[in-house]
Nanobody, 114 residues
Framework: QVQFVESGGDLVQPGGSLRLSCAAS????????MNWYRQAPGKEREWVAT????????NYADSVKGRFTISRDNAKNSVYLQMNSLKLEDTAVYYC???????WGQGTQVTVSS
């Protein structure tokens, strides 16, 4: 059974930082591209970042480029999202997922507020 478990979300002030983690199971993680997505209140879910299976290529949405960094540890079946210089508009539930599967995790809430 494919599963994604996100963690690390919190309430943070504008300009602050957070590191999200995602533990994956039920498939060959080391062979899978991984994505982070987010869904803000009242908005559709949007793609945030991608990392290829070996971590050699990363891509980011324009809205987070230069502030967020995606990384992975294949030995731990985990993918991470380091978020710096957080803005109010980064408030959302964040999800990780492999595009090869339909499953979604429960997400982790990030709230940026003063």
């Amino acid at each position: 059974q494919v599963q994604f478990v996100e963690s690390g979300g919190d309430l943070v002030q504008p300009g602050g930082s957070l590191r999200l983690s995602c533990a994956a199971s039920g498939f060959t993680f080391s062979s899978s591209t991984m994505n982070w997505y987010r869904q803000a209140p009242g908005k559709e879910r949007e793609w945030v970042a991608t990392i290829t299976s070996r971590g050699t290529v990363t891509n980011y949405a324009d809205s987070v480029k230069g502030r967020f960094t995606i990384s992975r540890d294949n030995a731990k079946n985990s993918v991470y999202l380091q978020m710096n210089s957080l803005k109010l508009e980064d408030t959302a539930v964040y999800y990780c997922r492999s595009p090869a599967f339909a499953s979604w995790g429960q997400g982790t809430q990030v709230t940026v507020s003063s």
